[in-house]
T-cell receptor, first 114, second 113 residues
Framework: KAGVTQTPRYLIKTRGQQVTLSCSPISGHRSVSWYQQTPGQGLQFLFEYFSETQRNKGNFPGRFSGRQFSNSRSEMNVSTLELGDSALYLC?????????????FGAGSRLTVL | QQQVKQSPQSLIVQKGGISIINCAYENTAFDYFPWYQQFPGKGPALLIAIRPDVSEKKEGRFTISFNKSAKQFSLHIMDSQPGDSATYFCAASKRGSQGNLIFGKGTKLSVKP
């Protein structure tokens, strides 16, 4: 059974650019959540998508956005990159139904903003 | 406001010893408390989880103890092994927000041979 796949694994951008990260969930999982991991702030929730709809949103500026496609694959976009956006971005998938809390994480996309 | 507080930040244990990591939470609406293990270069992986209607859950060498009245829960790793060296995160989520885990800051565990 394939796990959660995130692409690209590493990328370098400069300030002001934008970036799009992709996540393919485990087959059958309808929920995809995104997290930002930094040494200072730890793991912080960005947003969750279920059946192509944003179901929950964390406390991040509007520069961070996402979407989910009909096959449950998800993308997140960060516009007008800032140095502080350098982080490991993790995607997690789950069944998304009541009581089905188990999140399975991908290996992450490491973004460096110069 | 940090909703889930984790301690210690780092922990060194001898092989065969017991590793204990503690977490405290504030929001009584939390109803799911997982522990995740993360190795360098990897995403977090679920280790064990508990709901507040149970005071203890054991899976192999890993045990969660849960104290609902004190709003605290802890992870005990028995017979710690060098392969257990990793960063451990406690987390919590509310009913209906299962995709939104609130994580503690993490504990870096080193098990010395």
């Amino acid at each position: 059974k394939a796990g959660v796949t995130q692409t690209p694994r590493y990328l370098i951008k400069t300030r002001g650019q934008q970036v799009t990260l992709s996540c393919s969930p485990i087959s059958g999982h309808r929920s995809v959540s995104w997290y930002q991991q930094t040494p200072g702030q730890g793991l912080q929730f960005l947003f969750e998508y279920f059946s192509e709809t944003q179901r929950n949103k964390g406390n991040f500026p509007g520069r961070f956005s996402g979407r989910q496609f009909s096959n449950s694959r998800s993308e997140m976009n960060v516009s007008t990159l800032e140095l502080g956006d350098s982080a490991l971005y993790l995607c997690a998938s789950s069944l998304g139904t009541a009581g089905a809390n188990v999140l399975t994480f991908g290996a992450g996309s490491r973004l460096t903003v110069l | 406001q940090q909703q889930v507080k984790q301690s210690p930040q780092s922990l060194i244990v001898q092989k065969g010893g017991i590793s204990i990591i503690n977490c405290a939470y504030e929001n009584t609406a939390f109803d799911y408390f997982p522990w995740y293990q993360q190795f360098p270069g990897k995403g977090p992986a679920l280790l064990i989880a508990i709901r507040p209607d149970v005071s203890e859950k054991k899976e192999g060498r890993f045990t969660i103890s849960f104290n609902k009245s004190a709003k605290q829960f802890s992870l005990h790793i028995m017979d710690s092994q060098p392969g257990d060296s990793a960063t451990y995160f406690c987390a919590a989520s509310k009913r209906g927000s299962q995709g939104n885990l609130i994580f503690g800051k993490g504990t870096k565990l080193s098990v010395k041979p």
